[in-house]
Each structure stands twice: as structure tokens, then as C-alpha cells.
């Protein structure tokens, strides 16, 4: 029997126009070097990618810079020679056709992908959600034009499993699944949610590619939900899927974003702020804060430019990306196993809400600084 229909959430969408430093070594042998910080010099809008991009540099962004110079130390910039699959409506990744790479994406930065909806090797994009989500992850970082990508040197796999209305059903979702499983990917995103009805044993396909791709070693990263339930929604919910609901630039909760028990991480989603009374973060009377801005198609006839988008979807890739510059960066050893990506995520996070662990914010906001950096926390703890 054909599996309910997933249904995907693109909560908004509004199309817009396009030093040196030394640390002093406390064991006695004097000033040790460090690597030069460069500031990518991508424009944005005019004045700089900071100014758009508050998820990456803002006081409730990820901390992408800081990450940036940990992995280009440990030899591997921008998380360069890890694979990320995006599941998702497909990626503007090719000139083919009707079809155009997105200006901001090398050619180089993909792998060989599959259209499980069209059922062809070519998973172009005729939509324009698996874009941004790519973006976020691997947009070309220091190229004078467009945004940042937060893994700018990770390598995409595009594999579309949505239809151009964001829709798709389990059964194909777990094809894709297990087709970047088997092909090596070191991570999964999943920015996609069923409704609140579906539970584990409604899709017991895609629960079990999920414990194949586990196996093979695939971090995988799944989007909470849309709906400002209090609970995660599947398949982030499944066990071996780290779940991620979205944060807005105050440092809050979303107001959209499905919380509770199962929860794990929190990530840049953008909009209005959940009313959340003890949570000093949180003013849902004021104006909403930024969406998240990547470059993608900002109209029909699919004319790139920078377009703003919130939702759960929106805070999955900063996740990805994030356990891609870990694996990168050596912290954790290489070939780090996916539970072990996850709990030095989980316990380089920033406290949100009430301290330690909560059904709001999971572990915290992501630290992709903290995550890459040599030594420190490698589980969490009841009080973080």
C-alpha cells in the first residue's frame, strides 16, 4: 500500500534581488602560531556576507568564521573531501537544458547524484527549496559574488525525492536514503516532515534505511516540524536522526518550530519568536527577525537570485554542514562514527532556555566553532 504523502513545509519565501594572531602556549615554550582569519570576501547585498547572513556571523548565528580557520588548520578547508546528500526537491547543480547551475555552486563542489522522482540520473531542481538547502551547506565561499556556504568545501550529492511541489512519500524517500548510503555519503540531509499522524510504523521502509544508512556510517539530520507542535516530527524523530527545530536571530525559539521530548539540537530558522515566558530570548511582540538568505531561484522562470526562507528546512543544513566540518577537522579523530558527530554537536552547543537539556531547545544552538575546535567535550551532560 502506497505510503501517505509526505508534505513539505516552505514556511515563506519572498525573492529579493540579488589578522594574523598568536595564543600563548602555557606549557613554556613561548607564542605559538595560528592561522591567518580571513574574511571571505562574498558581497551580499553591498556591504558584505556578515549583513545578510546573521545565521553564520550574527550574535545567534553558528560561529562560522572561527570554524572556518579550525578545519582550514587541520588541512581540510570548508570541510573539503566530505560528501553531504541532500534529500530534497532536487539541486541546481548542472547546465542541462531548461536547467541552470546556481551562479554560486562549482561544478566541482558535486558528486553524482540521482532523481528518484523522475527516476533519472539527473536530479535538477525544478523548484528551488533543495537549492537553498545546498547553498547553505556548500555555496562557493571568497569568489567576490553571492553569500557563504557554511562547508564550502564539502561536496554535495543531489538526490531529489520531492516533487516541484515539495511533496513525496516514504517509500521513495527511503530509495534515496539508502542510494547515498551505498554510494558513501558522510552525511544526510533531510529537510522534509510528515504530518503529526505519521508514526514509526507507518513507514517502515524509510526506518529501515535509516538504520542501513546508520550502519554505513551516514550522519543523518532531519528537520522537526513546521507546525509549533510539541513534538518532533518523523522521520527526525527516528532513532540515528539527530532532530533540529529553528531558532530566530533574537536567539529564540521559532514560533513555527515543532519542539519536544526527542529534540536534540536547535539551529538558525529565522522569523517570530515563540512566546516562551521564561525565556528572556524570546519578545514574540516584536517585529519577526531576518529569514535565512541564500541564493536560488526568485521566480518561475527559476532567475537566480537571493532569496529569504524560514523554517525548520532552513536550520537542518546549518546541522549538516556543521557535522561535516567536524569530520573534517580531526577533533573527534578521523572517520569519526555518526553517534560520535552527533555528541560532540550536542555538547559544543550554546545553553539555550533552561540550563541543560530541555524539550524547547534540545542541547542548545550549534557551535560550529566549538565543534571543530581541538580537544574539549566530546558527550554532553545534564548541566552542558
Known sequence: MRTKPLHLTLACLAALALPAGAAADHRGHGPIARIASAVPNDPGRGTGWQGVQWNFAGPWGVNAQPAWDNVATAGRPGGKGVVVAVL????AYANRGKFKRSPDLRAASFVSGYDFVSHDPYADDPQGHGTHVASTIAQATDNGFGLTGLAFGARIMPVRVLDRNGTGDAST???GVRFAAKRGADVINLSLEFGADVTASSIPK???AIRYAHR?????????GNEGYGSVAYPARATYVISVSATTEHGCLADYSNQGRGLDLVAP???ADAELADDPNCAPESPAGREISQITYVNTRRRFGISREEGTSMAVPHVAATAALVIASGAIGANPSPTAVRKRIEATSRDLGAPGYDEFYGWGLIDAAAATAPGGPTAPTAAK
Open 88 to 91: 530534497d526537491t532536487g539541486v
Open 206 to 208: 524509510l526506518i529501515k
Open 216 to 224: 554505513q556510517g551516514a550522519v543523518i539530520v532531519g528537520a522537526a
Open 269 to 271: 530558522g529565522g522569523g
Open 173 to 175: 524517500i527511503a530509495d
